[in-house]
Nanobody, 123 residues
């Protein structure tokens, strides 16, 4: 069992930056692929980014070049650095562990989820 706790969300102006953190419990963190998904009001949850055990990274086209995912296995933590934020990035961001449904450059789901953190980008 893995528990995930996100932090770092908030309100930011367009063009600004935020850094989300996800702290994970459990001894097997290093063996899990980790990722971030987001859900905007009235929309389905969507893949944002992932990092696997080998530290290979994957990004949705909408965030490539602006977002960066990283992990520290010693700290059981994964981060999402978000730069050049846009109003369309506004959503609840969910940390996810043990991803599945791997496609060419994204995952479709995860076995463990955090509670989510709100990111609001004003225009």
């Amino acid at each position: 069992q893995v528990q995930l706790v996100e932090s770092g969300g908030g309100l930011v102006q367009a063009g600004g930056s935020l850094r989300l953190s996800c702290a994970a419990s459990g001894r097997t963190f290093s063996s899990y692929s980790m990722g971030w998904f987001r859900q905007a009001p009235g929309k389905e949850r969507e893949f944002v980014t992932a990092i696997n055990r080998m530290r290979n990274t994957y990004y949705a086209d909408s965030v490539k070049g602006r977002f960066t995912i990283s992990r520290d296995n010693a700290k059981n933590t994964v981060w999402l650095q978000m730069n050049s934020l846009k109003p369309e990035d506004t959503a609840v961001y969910y940390c996810a562990a043990d991803l599945y449904g791997r496609r060419s450059d994204y995952y479709t789901g995860a076995n463990y989820w955090g509670q989510g953190t709100q990111v609001t980008v004003s225009s």
